[in-house]
Nanobody, 116 residues
C-alpha cells in the first residue's frame, strides 16, 4: 500500500511560481511511475506531467517549458516546479503513483489558484 500526501498549493498571481510536493509512504517508491494530474472545475482530470522510475519526464503541451517534474527517491518525494503560471493553470492538483496496471494510488489533491 502506498499513501500519497500533496502540499505546496495556494493562491498566486499570474506569472508567479509554486512548487508542489508529493510525499509517499512505503518502500517501493523507486519502482513507481509518478505523475501530477489536475482537474479544473467542470473539466476532466488531465495529466500535467509524469516521470518514470529512471527519471524520464513527460509533459502535457500546455505546461511544456513552464513546469518541471522531479523525484528524490531517497526522500520518497516528487516535486512539480511551476513557473510562469497562468489563470488556466487553476485546478486541483493530484499526485498519482503507478506500481503496475492494477495498483494505482492517488493523493487527496492540493488546490492551485492563479488569479490577480
Amino acid at each position: 500500500q502506498v499513501q500519497l500526501v500533496e502540499s505546496g498549493g495556494g493562491l498566486v498571481q499570474p506569472g508567479g511560481s509554486l512548487r508542489l510536493s508529493c510525499a509517499a509512504s512505503g518502500s517501493v517508491f523507486r519502482l513507481l511511475r509518478l505523475g501530477w494530474y489536475r482537474q479544473a472545475p467542470g473539466k476532466q482530470r488531465e495529466l500535467a506531467a509524469s516521470i518514470n522510475k529512471v527519471g524520464s519526464p513527460v509533459y502535457a503541451d500546455s505546461v511544456k517549458g513552464r513546469f518541471t517534474i522531479s523525484r528524490v527517491n531517497a526522500a520518497n518525494t516528487m516535486f512539480l516546479q511551476m513557473n510562469s503560471l497562468k489563470p488556466e493553470d487553476t485546478a486541483l492538483y493530484y499526485c498519482r503513483a503507478d506500481y503496475n496496471t492494477s495498483r494505482i494510488y492517488w493523493g487527496q489533491g492540493t488546490q492551485v489558484t492563479v488569479s490577480s
